[in-house]
């Protein structure tokens, strides 16, 4: 039972940036862009998430509300990142794919560079403990409470409430409805008064929220606050970007997938704690592949039946029919 | 001559517009007045300009110059919104339809009813039921588009009109893809709206419908307003030379000819449908001979597709024999079957006619570009690519922007289609197979195909031809073999039989047993 308690205590703080981050690349694609860039975006909220806590570290406030401060501070650096997707997709009509790709190229270099600048470091370390023993009353409901408000990180309840939104957003409001008719039919959507313009840079915009604060939420959960230049966020965009269509543009899904991949990550890093894998004497870096063989694994079986939108990645053109 | 009827009372008024896209005037000072609860055709050949005026009406462009007004007051229309606010609807002729999403969410997209950005399903799933059964348009509001027929999508552009309370219904050629029946459904909707005060606005280029529904009719041709007559006082004849510019002949003229032999021999055919993994093709067994047309005609899905995708080796067949001049080609390549003489005018000509980003030159020389006369040792001679174009083009009249060079996606469907026929009859062949060769092709090139199969025919060729088209079917055909569920049901000559009896067994409602074809094609 203890096993259990702490796959699930570590399983949640890994699992919500990918879930954040798939999310965001839901609303992208389902707007009608590709979005590549995720892992670049990601590492630009993660730098400047982590750069705003290297700065107001020392003046004694609250982790929690360093945490929420550096949240917002993450987002609008997504969204500033996610603008020159939209640009070029948008109003460039480029190609979403190379752009995306340029993207994620150039956010880990001009890291290293201006971290070696003025750190003379390879990127941002923190001092701040954002870890939670346990959160009152909550945390002394039996078994559910330590399982889910004991050794945890707020990220974790952001992110649920983060995915209650989204969901509500997606299928219950007018926006979604037209967003998702944008990445679909974009010229039926036209032919209803729908700017699809306006939509996609919506969906990118959101995507530049929610992929900035997945890439500041890692940090927190997964490297203790710290960003770094070489590792920058493991390839977690790229795996959200797997989570997302394991999870069928589907919001619902998107929360199993993602819970599915962390928990394979978690598995790998705890080997010494399950006597039964430890004592197969398997050497622990191939249990650190799963996730990424399970990644390919699960979309060479899922690719062929999925459902992609089906006017995403085509730049919306009013005059073409 | 010019006959423009005028007698006030006008919802809408187009005044002297003109578009232009590049390199062409697509409306040149057009007026166009609709009245109030009138129907109005638009008539037109495929790019006389008919679809632009309706997407200036409905703000989808800006003309250059003109201006329209609605009830004598000028009015913007810089997009859809304006439209709709001004109780303008359209249906498209591609249908702007979301698939993954329900009729009900198809039809509020872009004025759902909300609250603080909720949509409130219930309040608009009352309104679009209520219009539904007031003006008979059947739906199931939560099935999903892409689980609808077509002419269920049909009836939810309908509904989307309607939904937004519009006043001038804009149908843009909405019978092309209806069944005869779906066709009298909806020709009886439009008069109902007509009847309750609703204008409607019709593009079409069937002259048929035109003379059942419509007050009165205006007739563009290469982007020209021709003139707008009063259909009670004009004649099929008079619209189609008006629209054509020249006298169109309705009835193809056709010599008599004695079949010679058997060129095309199918037996026991058997096919497999992908999709469902029934039977499709039911122990089909026909022979075409040299020297006739022989059409299969049926209701669209009855097996027609897979009869000749086994022919033309698109499909392998489960069992069955098929012979093409006295060989067994039932497993053939398609290649081979393409030198053995087959000629192959497909059903979707942007599927497998055409390669749609290639330029026309090379379009025309597809199915002969590894013949000596056009490469060596790999490497095609372009030069004599294009002078094989150059004379293909002259010969049979295709038309388009750059001439050899022009990328084919560009070009109008009727010069596609044009493009194909040179290509399949300037091949040695001894059977051309055509499949719904007028399926969205203008007045005047149909005509032209006509012209075309029948001197295929003439020419001593033997001539399959698949079509939906009842009068083609009839006019066109020496034989009519009727499919019905996967089998041949009948076997029927034009000139004995009538449209009632041909529809009687194209519905499944008649059958004659028949005659078992003993062994193959020899004579």
């Known amino acids: ?321 | 001559m010019v006959k423009v009827v005028d007698m006030g009372d006008y919802i809408i008024e187009m005044l002297n517009i003109t578009k232009k896209f590049p390199g062409v005037v697509a409306n040149d000072n057009i007026t166009l007045k609709l009245k109030r609860g009138e129907i109005h055709a638009l008539l037109g050949e495929n790019g006389a300009g008919k679809s632009t005026l309706m997407s200036v009406l409905f703000g989808l462009y800006q003309p250059d110059s003109g201006e329209i007004r609605k009830n004598g007051q000028v009015v913007k229309i810089n997009n859809p919104n304006d439209a709709n606010a001004l109780g303008i609807g359209m249906v498209h002729q591609h249908f702007k339809l979301v698939e993954i999403f329900t009729v009900l969410e198809n039809i509020i997209l872009g004025v759902e009813p909300s609250k603080m950005g909720f949509i409130q399903k219930n309040e608009a799933r009352k309104k679009v039921m209520e219009l539904s059964e007031k003006y008979g348009l059947r739906v199931d509001p939560d099935a999903y588009i892409e689980d609808i027929t077509v002419g269920m999508q049909q009836r939810v552009e309908i509904l989307k009109m309607l939904y937004r309370d519009n006043e001038i219904l804009i149908f843009d050629e909405p019978t092309a893809v209806l069944t005869p029946q779906e066709i009298r459904e909806l020709l009886q909707i439009m008069k109902g709206f007509a009847r309750e005060g609703k204008s409607i606005l019709f593009i079409t280029h069937k002259l048929n419908e035109i003379m059942e529904v419509a007050d009165r009719c205006t007739v563009l041709r290469k982007g020209k307003l021709i003139g707008t007559v009063n259909v009670k006082d004009t004649t099929k004849e008079e619209l189609s030379r008006m629209m054509v510019g020249r006298d169109i002949s309705f009835s193809v003229n056709k010599k008599e000819k004695k079949p010679g032999k058997v060129v095309l021999s199918v037996r026991n055919l058997n096919v497999v449908s992908k999709i469902h993994g029934k039977n499709v093709v039911k122990n089909v067994s026909f022979d075409v001979r040299a020297g006739e047309i022989v059409c299969i005609a049926g209701i669209d899905g009855n097996g027609q597709t897979e009869i000749v995708n086994a022919i033309t080796g698109l499909e392998k067949p489960t069992s069955g024999k098929i012979m093409l001049n006295g060989h067994d080609i039932t497993r053939a390549s398609i290649r081979e079957r393409s030198i053995r003489g087959m000629s192959h005018i497909p059903e979707d000509r942007h599927k497998h006619g055409l390669v749609l980003d290639y330029k026309l030159e090379e379009n025309l020389v597809l199915q002969r570009y590894w013949q000596p006369e056009f490469q060596n040792r790999g490497f095609i001679k372009f030069d004599s690519v294009r002078k094989y174009a150059e004379k293909l083009i002259e010969k049979f009249d295709i038309r388009s922007g750059q001439g050899p060079v022009t990328i084919v996606r560009s070009m109008s469907g009727g010069n596609q289609q044009k493009a194909i026929i040179a290509r399949e009859i300037d091949k040695d062949h001894d059977l051309l197979i055509a499949v719904q060769p007028t399926r969205g092709l203008d007045i005047g090139a149909i005509e032209y195909v006509h012209k075309q199969l029948v001197e295929r025919r003439d020419a001593g060729k033997a001539v399959l031809l698949v079509s939906l088209e009842l009068d083609e079917v009839m006019d066109i055909s020496d034989r009519i073999l009727v499919i019905y569920g996967g089998e041949i049901v009948g076997e029927l000559n034009p000139k004995t039989t009538t449209m009632e009896e041909l529809g009687l067994y194209m519905s499944g409602a008649k059958r004659d047993v028949v005659k078992e074809i003993n062994d193959a094609g020899e004579e």
């Open chain 1, 1 to 321: 039972m203890e096993i259990v308690y702490y796959l699930i205590q570590n399983t949640l703080p890994v699992a919500i940036p990918l879930l954040l981050v798939a999310l965001g690349g839901m609303f992208s694609e389902t707007s009608g862009v590709v979005n590549i860039a995720l892992e670049g975006i990601m590492l630009f909220g993660a730098y400047f998430g982590a750069l705003f806590v290297y700065f107001v570290q020392d003046l004694g406030l609250n982790p929690q509300t360093i945490l929420l401060l550096a949240m917002l501070v993450a987002a609008v650096a997504g969204v500033i990142y996610s603008l020159l997707l939209s640009f070029a997709a948008v109003n460039m009509k480029a190609n979403q794919v190379i752009t995306g790709t340029s993207l994620n190229m150039l956010i880990p270099a001009v890291i290293l560079l201006f971290s070696k600048m003025y750190f003379n470091s390879d990127g941002v370390t923190t001092a701040v403990n954002f870890y939670i023993q346990k959160i009152p009353v909550l945390g002394d409901i039996p078994v559910i409470g330590r399982m889910f408000f004991q050794k945890t990180y707020l990220t974790v309840m952001i992110g649920i409430l983060f995915l209650i939104i989204s969901t509500v957003v997606f299928y219950k409001t007018k926006f979604g409805l037209r967003l998702r008719a944008c990445g679909e039919h974009p010229h039926a959507a036209d032919s209803v008064g729908i700017n699809v313009y306006k939509m996609r840079y919506a969906g990118v915009t959101i995507s530049g929220i929610l992929g900035g604060i997945g890439g500041f939420f890692y940090s927190v959960g997964v490297m203790d606050g710290n960003v770094n230049g070489h590792t920058g966020v493991a390839g977690f965009g790229f795996l959200a970007l797997a989570v997302m269509i394991f999870g069928q543009w589907r919001p619902g899904k998107i929360f199993l997938a993602s819970l599915f991949f962390a928990f394979l990550r978690t598995l790998a890093y705890s080997i010494s704690l399950i006597p039964f894998l430890y004592n197969l004497g398997i050497n622990q870096t191939y249990y650190k592949m799963l996730p990424y063989v399970a990644t390919m694994v699960v979309l060479a079986f899922t690719s062929k039946k999925s459902r992609a939108p089906k006017a995403e990645g085509i730049p919306y053109d009013k005059s073409s029919r």
